[in-house]
């Protein structure tokens, strides 16, 4: 039988009730006692990292995760993550970027229900992560509600309902049904697994609306060692201000600016509009393409904790991991 480690974090899944909401307060064991055949399929040790609703989560608890796994990744053939759904997609993107070319599953998962809840989504979605943990492919992966979603593909589009994740401008890796396991794409692997242990933490996301400010830009890029600025439709910045001078000054300060789109699907292309294009001729930044913007923010995160070379740092943003970027890197 396999042997699957089960790290809680929190979240929903793991939730009690309280006069002022769900708290998390369920452990790992807790969880596991509501679905006891788990047994038959594999050997279940648990560690509990956290408990917190996901809210709550930040870049050290992305460390601590991933750290977590480095010190059992001997011992196990794979991993299983209760998570709250609402980070859940910046943790596995995080994890995809602190845990690179894994032959081992690395499965988040987690509830839009607390695992008490008559109807619950929980037992399904833990089952089917074992189900992945066991015999899916390695790499982080979300499992929920039935699909398969590579970590740097994930993005949370529904707040309440069931099918709470989209594989954003990437296929779903596999599906679940009725505990079989149906593998559509099986990610590539060569050489050893990589952990890194250092990011660094100082980005940020400003999301542009008509009317944006430019001093709002500039306070963002003073505060902030990385920014991602996610701009309309295929993206390009505001003309009616002083948007690309700014934006210019903190490229010259070393700062990593991004652009992204506010749209989750097709991704990014300066080219398109001049507000683009005369951005991309003029300004040394960044364009996320089809990536996501939790990806985009992870990535930048762990660059900069790798370089403080803004030319190394291009370098490795368009590097894809994990099959995070798909246009080509001739940038």
């Known amino acids: ?94 994890l995809s970027y602190l845990i690179q070319n894994s032959p081992k599953p690395i499965v988040l998962t987690g509830a839009q229900k607390p695992i008490w809840f008559d109807g619950t989504d929980s037992k399904r979605n833990l089952t089917d992560a074992f189900i992945y943990a066991c015999h899916g492919e390695g790499g982080v992966q979300i499992v929920f509600n039935g699909k398969v979603i590579l970590g740097t593909r994930a993005r949370k589009t529904y707040s309440k309902s069931y099918k709470a994740f989209s594989s954003v401008n990437y296929p779903a890796m596999a599906v679940i049904q009725e505990g079989k396991l149906l593998q559509y794409i099986s990610p590539r692997h060569t050489g050893d697994v990589r952990f890194y242990d250092k990011i660094n933490s100082n980005a940020g996301i400003l999301k542009l609306f008509p009317g944006t400010a430019s001093d709002l830009v500039e306070y963002m890029i003073n505060k902030y060692d990385g920014l991602i600025i996610e701009s309309f439709g295929v993206g390009g910045l505001p003309e009616y201000s002083d948007f690309y001078e700014t934006v210019r000054r903190g ?81």
């Open 251 to 331: 490229v010259d300060m070393g700062k990593l600016i991004v652009i992204t789109t506010q749209v989750p699907n097709e991704g990014s292309d300066l080219t398109v509009y001049q507000v683009g294009g005369h951005l991309k001729n003029t300004v040394n930044i960044l364009e996320a393409y089809d990536m996501t913007t939790e990806a985009a923010l992870a990535k930048i995160m762990w660059i900069m904790g790798q370089t403080t070379s803004l030319q190394e740092m291009k370098t490795l943003f368009y590097t894809p991991v994990a099959n995070d970027i798909l246009y080509p890197t001739a940038e």
């Open 1 to 94: 039988m396999k042997k699957i480690l089960m790290i809680g974090t929190g979240g929903t899944i793991a939730s009690g009730e309280t006069p002022d909401g769900l708290v998390p307060e369920i452990s790992t064991e807790g969880l596991l006692s509501f679905i006891p055949h788990i047994a038959q399929m594999c050997i279940v040790d648990c560690v509990q990292c956290y408990n917190l609703d996901s809210t709550n989560i930040r870049p050290k608890h992305w460390l601590g995760i991933s750290n977590t796994i480095k010190e059992n990744y001997d011992k196990y053939d794979g991993f299983v993550i209760a998570h709250g759904t609402d980070t859940m997609a910046y943790t596995a993107a995080a």
